[in-house]
């Protein structure tokens, strides 16, 4: 079994890249970003939290039925920036 261990500047890179990918104008769906980045439900809530408070993403949430509400994400200006920089550092350290 090989070890899957990944950093966290990684995962944040991850995260960025998959809503930079995204072309639609409604964002993604948290519980989709979260398994597309292989990431327990925890976790993934943990670094979407500080990749919001520092800027790099934004969130809403939407009506979903009559009772649910699910919260998509979408990239920010500054997250593009942000994810040009976690990849030259990321491609530093390999």
């Given at each position: 079994?090989?070890?899957n261990y990944?950093?966290?500047?990684?995962i944040?890179?991850?995260?960025?890249?998959?809503?930079?990918?995204?072309?639609?104008?409604?964002?993604?769906v948290?519980?989709?970003?979260?398994?597309?980045?292989?990431?327990?439900?925890?976790?993934?809530?943990?670094?979407?939290s500080?990749?919001?408070?520092?800027?790099?993403?934004?969130?809403?949430?939407?009506?979903?039925?009559k009772?649910?509400?699910?919260i998509?994400?979408?990239?920010?200006?500054l997250?593009?920036t942000?994810?040009?920089?976690?990849?030259?550092?990321?491609?530093?350290l390999?």
């Open positions: 079994m090989g070890n990944r950093t966290s500047n990684v944040i890179q991850n995260m960025l890249e998959i809503l930079i990918k995204d072309r639609t104008e409604e964002g993604i948290k519980s989709h970003l979260i398994e597309i980045c292989g990431l327990k439900t925890s976790t993934g809530e943990k670094y979407l500080k990749m919001e408070s520092a800027g790099y993403i934004q969130s809403y949430e939407e009506k979903w039925g009772e649910r509400i699910r998509r994400y979408y990239i920010t200006e997250g593009k942000r994810y040009q920089w976690f990849v030259k550092i990321n491609n530093e390999l």
